[in-house]
């Protein structure tokens, strides 16, 4: 058996490799970590709301879409506030830089009474008609004597006329003709006798309005005439054919006159409105008087604006106030304001009456478009002036005013 030879063991320890020095090296994925950390956040968050997925989808897009449109109402507007300004030079209708100290001409629009009633657009028929006026007993009697050649108003190709007689503008009595059936040419062989002096004949105004009679429905007007007495010749007795024309869209009443004076001073931005008096007023009440007070208002872009009234006088036609009010006015909002004067009928246990209005600014007409220039033309100077009150129909109808000023034209921004 062969000899094995063992290496003898060795008390000392053989020496081993030393360590290595380079640390080990970790690699992580910081990209993931941090998706994984948000959408952990974002799941978390959406399982705390107690809604279904889908439910939070809508109401986030939903949220969007009003943030979205709302921006761009906020872009448009300063779009349009922008071209406003731009084209506010050309646009203006009254300039105190290029006014001389007199009433430019140029301004004044023709007033109400200078232009015609109506138009005469389609043939309505003619009237037979007579005058007479006795100066003894005052007294004014208008003849109806036949139509000929009536618009048919009915859809057999008829009408049944009538006629309305009154005298403007007092308006104090309104006669009526018969009703003739089926006929456009009637003839009416009437007389009515209206009590008028000398002195208001020249001022008043005939006026006859040809109806269409309808039992369970509004009468219809064909056509009206209106005669101006102050052009007539008294000497003998008129009696003429004449066209129907169109009717007046406003009926010419003497509704009374109020004074004021207007103020206006650029530099302090400041319009100063003093109700002087009033005369003439319509009587409201049945004890033939009324108990009128002023209304003053103010209207920007046809928006109603400041208000302010007087005291309330009891039981007279014709008020003396006396009362200022002043308003902040800039001169970019002057040439766009209106200023709305009425009169009103305080009653204490019913709704006020309107017994007038007018307005002024820059489109108003005739007296009032003068007054309101002639204040522009003379700053720092107060300016009076009469008006004729119209009929709060025709103003409000003109004016067409809205409720009240919008809420984004009160905010800051």
Request: proline share 5%; hydrophobic share 35%.
């Amino acid at each position: 058996m062969p000899n094995i030879h063992r290496a003898p063991k060795s008390s000392h320890p053989l020496p081993r490799a030393p360590p290595s020095l380079t640390p080990p090296i970790a690699v992580f994925s910081t990209t993931s970590s941090h998706t994984n950390t948000t959408v952990g956040f974002i799941n978390g968050l959406l399982d705390s709301i107690p809604l279904p997925r889908w439910a939070i989808f809508v109401i986030f897009v939903i949220g969007v879409l009003v943030i979205v449109l709302c921006c761009v109402c906020i872009c448009i507007k300063c779009c349009r506030s922008s071209k406003k300004k731009q084209k506010k030079k050309k646009d203006e209708k009254v300039n105190l830089n290029e006014v001389n100290g007199k009433t430019t001409t140029s301004l004044v629009q023709p007033d109400v009474n200078d232009v015609d009633y109506g138009s005469a657009g389609q043939y309505r028929g003619k009237l037979l008609y007579s005058l007479d006026y006795n100066a003894a007993q005052s007294e004014l009697t208008v003849g109806i004597k036949q139509a000929n050649s009536l618009k048919a108003m009915d859809l057999g190709g008829s009408s049944d006329p009538y006629t309305k007689v009154y005298v403007c503008p007092d308006k104090a009595k309104t006669c009526e003709t018969k009703v003739f059936r089926n006929t456009l040419n009637p003839v009416f062989n009437e007389q009515f006798n209206f009590q008028i002096s000398k002195s208001s004949l020249l001022k008043s105004t005939v006026v006859m309005q040809v109806f269409d009679f309808n039992r369970f429905s509004k009468h219809n007007i064909i056509g009206e005439l209106r005669v101006q007495l102050c052009n007539v010749d008294w000497n003998h007795v008129i009696e003429e054919w004449e066209d129907l024309g169109e009717p007046a869209k406003f009926e010419d009443e003497n509704l009374g006159e109020i004074c004021f004076s207007l103020r206006y001073v650029p530099t302090a931005s400041k319009l100063t409105v003093v109700i002087l008096e009033a005369k003439n007023l319509k009587s409201m009440d049945i004890s033939g008087a009324s108990d009128p007070y002023v209304k003053v208002q103010l209207a920007l872009d046809r928006r109603k604006w400041r208000k302010r009234t007087t005291t309330v006088k009891k039981k007279t036609l014709s008020p003396y106030y006396n009362e200022s009010f002043t308003f902040d006015v800039t001169f970019e909002q002057i040439q766009k304001v209106h200023l709305v004067i009425s009169v009103w009928d305080h009653d204490a246990m019913t709704r006020n009456d309107t017994m007038g209005k007018i307005f002024l600014g820059c489109d108003a007409t005739g007296n009032q478009l003068r007054h309101w220039a002639d204040m522009l033309s003379n700053p720092r100077r107060p300016v009076a002036q009469w008006h004729n009150l119209l009929s709060a129909e025709q103003v409000n109808t003109t004016l067409t005013l809205k409720k009240k000023i919008p809420l984004y034209s009160r905010l800051p921004f």
